[in-house]
């Protein structure tokens, strides 16, 4: 009865073994498909997880100690590679067989024995699928795109009264996002340019631009004009555009470009359009305008210096000036266009000199250092450090 109750006791601690190598492993393919959901690899996992499994065994196997210490049944023959345990039997057919005494095997015996390796099997295979559906799902779940933007310039070439080509809106650097079109860019060029346009997004070839009104003169609309065959043509990277401004994808760093032209005329320079003027003094040392304000367009990049050699040519002025001066550009004298004997430069008596003016202040840099933007109002004004802008 004693040795029955020993028996008993063994397949009990046995059984509780089992059990506890069941949960753990249960826990390990729970874990191991939260994991791979959340975008961990089978591989990262087994090499975090190997040290939690050897632990979970370890922990599992004392319980299926006998009275003397050693272990009823060895980990590593219990569980096989898959962690499933090994033997074919359940703890309940151990204890009944034990209890039973050893006996021969018949045919239904066999097949008995041999349905709980085959639930075991079905059991871990479904874990299994568990575990892959889960990867599946993770990898099915599309990754956010971070959004990507394109940067590209956008300018307007019209012309004025008398057909010249003059810059209607400068050059300016705006970013979309990536997917925009010229048409995206050019509609926000006008927008930011103050300019009014017609254009049609839906027109018969797509997005269409009819007619821009000039900024300097109102009533000046240009739109396709049938007698000269000058239209609003699109150039992109300097060369006229094969497609719509709705059809073409901007790439970082495109050029875009509106001139009113005729199909087979060259793309514009990018230009900049700036006023300049002169202020002098007479004999009795008052203010006298030398050279009226005059609006100069000049290629994009163009300084100060540049925009007061153009004024000074147009203006007919005599001058004096050192392009390669030692602190660069530099205006020496200039002659009245009313006294030829009025020369004025430094007056080392006075302190009085050509002083630069760029929008209503002293410039903070000489005039070859100071790069034009569209719109600014240059002027060389004879006075001293200090004195307020004419």
Do not use: H
């Not at 080509?165 to 925009?180: D, F, M, P, V, Y």
């Not at 065959?229 to 994808?249: D, H, I, K, R």
């Not at 002098?280 to 609006?295: E, L, M, P, S």
């Amino acid at each position: 009865m004693d040795m029955f109750e020993d028996e008993c006791q063994r397949a009990s601690l046995r059984r509780r073994g089992v059990i506890a190598r069941g949960v753990a492993k249960r826990c390990l393919v729970a874990f191991l498909a939260f994991a791979m959901a959340f975008g961990t690899t089978p591989a990262q996992l087994w090499a975090e997880g190997a040290e939690g499994i050897t632990d979970a065994v370890a922990q599992a196997a004392p319980l299926a100690e006998n009275g003397s210490g050693e272990s009823a049944t060895s980990p590593a023959a219990d569980l096989n590679a898959s962690g499933m345990v090994a033997n074919g039997g359940t703890a309940e057919q151990d204890a009944t067989a034990t209890a039973s005494g050893p006996t021969d095997k018949t045919e239904d015996d066999s097949a008995a024995g041999n349905e709980a390796p085959a639930a075991s099997t079905s059991d871990a295979s479904k874990q299994d699928t568990a575990v892959v559906s889960a990867a599946g799902e993770a990898k099915a779940q599309p990754a956010k795109a971070e959004s990507q933007e394109v940067s590209a310039t956008c300018f307007v070439v019209g012309t004025d009264a008398k057909g010249a080509q003059q810059t209607w809106a400068a050059a300016q650097r705006i970013t979309l996002k990536e997917g925009s079109t010229a048409a995206d860019l050019s509609e926000q060029l006008f927008k930011q340019a103050g300019l009014t346009t017609d254009y049609d997004p839906n027109g018969t070839w797509g997005w269409a631009l009819n007619t821009i009104t000039s900024p300097f003169d109102k009533d000046r609309k240009l739109g396709y004009d049938s007698a000269t065959g000058a239209y609003w043509q699109l150039f992109v990277n300097g060369s006229a555009s094969e497609v719509g401004a709705g059809g073409y994808t901007l790439k970082d760093g495109d050029s875009v470009v509106w001139c009113y032209s005729k199909y087979g005329d060259p793309a514009p320079v990018a230009q900049v359009s700036a006023t300049c003027s002169v202020v002098g003094t007479d004999a009795k040392g008052a203010q006298q305008t030398w050279a009226a304000a005059q609006r100069i367009t000049l290629k994009e990049g163009s300084t100060a210096a540049d925009l007061s050699e153009q004024l000074f040519k147009q203006a007919g002025l005599t001058t004096d000036y050192d392009p390669n001066g030692t602190w660069g550009w530099a205006l020496n004298t200039i002659t009245s266009p009313f006294d030829k004997d009025r020369k004025l430069g430094y007056d080392s008596a006075t302190g009085a000199y050509w002083q630069l003016f760029v929008n209503g202040s002293a410039s903070e840099v000489g005039a070859g250092g100071y790069t034009l933007k569209d719109g600014d109002s240059v002027v060389w004004c004879y006075s001293k450090y200090g004195d307020p802008a004419p």
